[in-house]
């Protein structure tokens, strides 16, 4: 399975979960726009911009606007930073210093796990990473699955579904 399609398979796994545990959960849409080739005279799509992240959610209690990034490993190794777009930093991070929750979520293959890093921990992660004597541009896996760096996703049986537990993405602890 294409590591694209296993981002898309991820995603909806978080939001069936989110809607079992009675959750808002919104997909963000990447504003389009019609675009005329005038070479070819072809109307196309155009994306207008990236959308800041992939989703949100909101717990029921108490309302936190809870950010959401998704990344997904086709094979387990590095974690590439250049998968994460500057303006991805950015969003996440901005969100948790204005009081919401952002998190980038990280799904590993063999044995399936996800991992979850804050957005001002993600930033702080790549700019140490990037101040080693001998510059980092991956995070390993170590880190990755390191409970001191990043908090581990559990999935979990409720009524009878295999869920991710996202109570610990709302939890002020982590």
């Not at 409970?147 to 002020?172: H, Q």
């Amino acid at each position: 399975m294409a590591a694209k399609n296993l981002g898309r398979t991820f995603e909806r796994e978080i939001q069936q979960s989110a809607l079992h545990l009675g959750w808002l959960y919104w997909k963000l849409a990447v504003p389009m726009s019609t675009r005329t080739n005038r070479t070819t005279n072809s109307t196309y799509l155009a994306k207008l911009q990236e959308p800041p992240y992939d989703a949100f959610l909101v717990h029921p209690h108490g309302g936190r606007h809870v950010a959401l990034e998704f990344k997904s490993l086709a094979v387990r190794g590095t974690f590439p930073l250049k998968n994460i777009k500057d303006h991805q930093f950015d969003a996440l991070e901005r969100v948790d210093q204005v009081g919401g929750m952002a998190w980038m979520v990280v799904r590993l293959p063999e044995p399936l796990e996800a991992w979850a890093i804050r957005g001002q921990d993600l930033v702080k992660l790549r700019n140490d990473l990037a101040n080693l004597p001998k510059p980092r541009v991956s995070i390993p896996i170590g880190t990755l699955t390191d409970e001191t760096k990043f908090t581990k996703v559990l999935r979990t049986r409720v009524e009878g579904k295999t869920i991710w537990d996202l109570r610990v993405l709302v939890d002020e602890r982590t």
